[in-house]
């Protein structure tokens, strides 16, 4: 399981683009979610299976919907359907 974190991971819900230094913040996002997707797919090859959540997800209000995500995805893993 990964936590992503949502400015450096360019969270499509909570990222806005900073106003300063904002090349090197873009390149370095940029290079963050390549290497996320890289990461993903070199462990699903390898049989694991791969949870990510955001950041913002890890509130005491999202905390059911995060735990049935990692419920369901330990159940895929034990092979339960």
């Known amino acids: ?12 819900r909570c ?3 900073p106003k300063s230094n904002r090349k090197f913040r873009d390149n370095k996002i940029a290079a963050n ?5 890289k990461v993903g797919r070199t462990l699903r090859r390898d049989g694991w299976n791969v949870l990510r959540i955001w950041e ?10 995060v ?3 990692i ?4 159940a895929l893993s ?4």
């Open 78 to 81: 034990r092979g339960d359907r």
């Open 1 to 12: 399981m990964f936590v992503d974190g949502c400015f450096w991971h360019g969270c499509p």
């Open 15 to 17: 990222y806005a683009r």
């Open 56 to 65: 913002h997800a890890l509130t005491k209000r999202g905390e059911k919907q």
């Open 67 to 69: 735990a049935a995500r």
């Open 71 to 74: 419920e369901a995805a330990l």
């Open 33 to 37: 979610r390549a290497r996320d997707r």
